[in-house]
């Protein structure tokens, strides 16, 4: 799945020790353009990603899956990027042109 927003909220990296050894998340909250706004934490595991090189209000496009477990009777739903893509401001326009313009001269006709 893909959902395209901006970055909101850039969560501290979190490190811990499991039965397939060290492992590594950070999380951020993406909010949606659409017309009633959503946010989503959306969870980055290992290294495949780099989060360093985003900042808060990037827009980007997320690629994830949504897995849920069940763990002491209870469900737990995470939503894990694969893929992260910073994405152009939309709307905006590039800068003008102030490099040098030629003179016109009057009296220099093409023919």
Not at 19 to 38: A, S, V
Not at 56 to 69: A, L, N, T
Not at 70 to 95: I, L
Request: charged share 25%; with cysteine.
């Amino acid at each position: 799945m893909e959902v395209n927003g901006k970055i909101i909220q850039l969560l501290g990296v979190q490190t811990g020790q499991g039965k397939n050894g060290t492992w590594k998340k950070q999380e951020f909250i993406l909010e949606t353009g659409d017309q009633y706004p959503k946010k989503i934490c959306i969870a980055v595991w290992g290294d495949k990603i780099d989060m360093s090189q985003f900042r808060i209000g990037d827009p980007v496009q997320v690629s994830f899956d949504v897995e849920s477990r069940e763990y002491n009777g209870r469900w737990y739903t995470d939503v894990k990027a694969w893929k992260v893509v910073a994405q152009g401001q939309a709307g905006s326009e590039p800068p003008p042109y102030n490099g040098p313009i030629d003179p016109v001269h009057e009296d220099d006709l093409p023919f």
